[in-house]
């Protein structure tokens, strides 16, 4: 029988890893890779009997690759501190890994904000590849949101994740800062550069997210994701203008 291995990467995520790691109980091991943490974090792991690992943070996907690579499973399901393992996924992955008729699988993702599921806005349908057979997968080189490639076969999986991205608007703007300078620094190491038009995401991000993808069905929530959302895809593009006339000003004085 194949055998799972569950990898979590965290940074000061006591309050969430607890639900996490229950949620995958069943598995044959979880592994979490912590970068630091100045809470409870590694206190929280051991206890619920993951194997923890201690790993200064290089970046989102060199920490998963790190944590993979720890992992003694034939099948790895990765999930963030935040996420939970859905009840009707914990039934079929047994199954699934016996089974063996794919490589990897884009799971379904089932979002909740401001404590209600979100079905529209682009969140209804959301999937990410993130189970996986080791020895076929590996990680872009990202510094944010780097998700594993696979040589093979890849089905989509309808049993869910479970994902509580935000429990309040301060933690999303702590996490808001730190992805759209990552994103920032990594479209200008590859050539990006901003324009007029970069303007124009806050408003079309938000307009396709309320009114074309229906965000307006979730209410407020809806109304707050694609705000939130349509300012990240621009501010990413606000901090690469500040690049470049960073940029621009070093070379003056050169």
């Known amino acids: 029988m194949p055998r799972l291995s569950v990898t979590i990467v965290t940074k000061d995520e006591e309050r969430d890893l607890p639900g996490c790691l229950e949620s995958v109980s069943f598995a044959d091991e979880v592994v979490v890779v912590d970068s630091l943490s100045t809470?409870?974090?590694?206190?929280?792991?051991?206890?619920?009997?993951?194997?923890?690992?201690?790993?200064?943070?290089?970046?989102?996907?060199?920490?998963?690759?790190?944590?993979?690579?720890?992992?003694?499973g034939d099948w790895i399901l990765n999930l963030d501190a935040d996420e939970r393992c859905s009840p009707k996924l914990q039934r079929v992955l047994p199954m699934i890994i016996a089974e063996g008729k794919a490589d990897g699988f884009d799971v379904l993702f089932q979002t909740h904000l401001m404590g209600r599921r979100a079905r529209f806005g682009g969140l209804g349908g959301e999937r990410h590849l993130r189970l996986f057979r080791r020895d076929r997968a590996r990680y872009e080189t990202r510094q944010v949101h780097g998700g594993a490639l696979v040589e093979g076969r890849v089905l989509p999986l309808d049993a869910p994740i479970i994902h509580h991205p935000y429990a309040s608007l301060e933690e999303y703007f702590d996490k808001f800062n730190r992805y759209t300078s990552h994103l920032a620094r990594e479209r200008h190491l590859a050539g990006r550069r901003f324009s007029t038009l970069s303007a124009l995401r806050w408003p079309l991000g938000f307009l396709?997210?309320?009114?074309?993808?229906?965000?307006?069905?979730?209410?407020?929530?809806?109304?707050?994701?694609?705000?939130?959302?349509?300012?990240?895809?621009?501010?990413?593009?606000?901090?690469l203008d500040d690049l470049e006339r960073e940029q621009k000003r070093l070379a003056g004085k050169g």
């Open 208 to 239: 396709k997210r309320y009114v074309l993808q229906l965000g307006f069905l979730d209410g407020y929530a809806g109304y707050l994701h694609a705000s939130l959302s349509g300012l990240y895809d621009f501010m990413k593009y606000a901090k």
């Open 39 to 72: 809470d409870k974090t590694r206190e929280v792991a051991r206890a619920a009997g993951a194997k923890v690992f201690e790993n200064p943070w290089p970046g989102d996907a060199p920490q998963k690759a790190f944590a993979m690579e720890q992992a003694g």
